[in-house]
């Protein structure tokens, strides 16, 4: 197991990668470029703060889980959802799941949280 200061470099680390990887494919792939053209500067960094902070704890946390009580379900989801996001614009369906997944990052988080409790309240016993 990494020392402290290296756990926390490596789980910042995801965040920003997962941050940086998400949003690269929405604005220069996508096409996402905000909330739309009549909105205010507050609006403007309202929605870009609130969908920075998703993509970078989405990122983060189930790597702190991973390292702080060794769960593999976590960083597991993560990736499969992010991945998700490439496969879903080479499938040609309706509606994008990368907006989607950047504006509901609170459920998937949740979701990410409680498939994690389960995972280790099945490995206490």
């Known amino acids: 197991m990494p020392s402290p200061n290296k ?3 490596l789980t910042t680390a995801a965040g920003v990668l997962n941050t940086a990887t998400l949003h690269w494919w929405a604005i220069f792939v996508i096409g996402m470029h905000g909330p739309g053209p009549r909105t205010t500067l507050a609006t403007q960094i309202g929605a870009w703060s609130f969908w920075i902070i998703g993509g970078f704890l989405i990122g983060a946390i189930p790597i702190h889980l991973y390292f ?7 960083p597991l989801l993560t ?3 992010t991945a998700y ?3 879903d614009r080479l499938g040609g369906s309706a509606g994008e799941f990368t907006v989607f997944y950047l504006a ?8 990410i949280g409680v498939i994690a409790a389960i995972e280790y309240y099945v490995r206490l016993r």
Do not use: G, M
């Open 7 to 9: 756990r926390f470099a």
């Open 68 to 74: 702080e009580y060794n769960l593999l379900t976590a």
């Open 79 to 81: 990736i499969l959802l």
């Open 85 to 87: 996001c490439f496969a």
């Open 104 to 111: 509901a990052w609170p459920v998937f988080l949740a979701v």
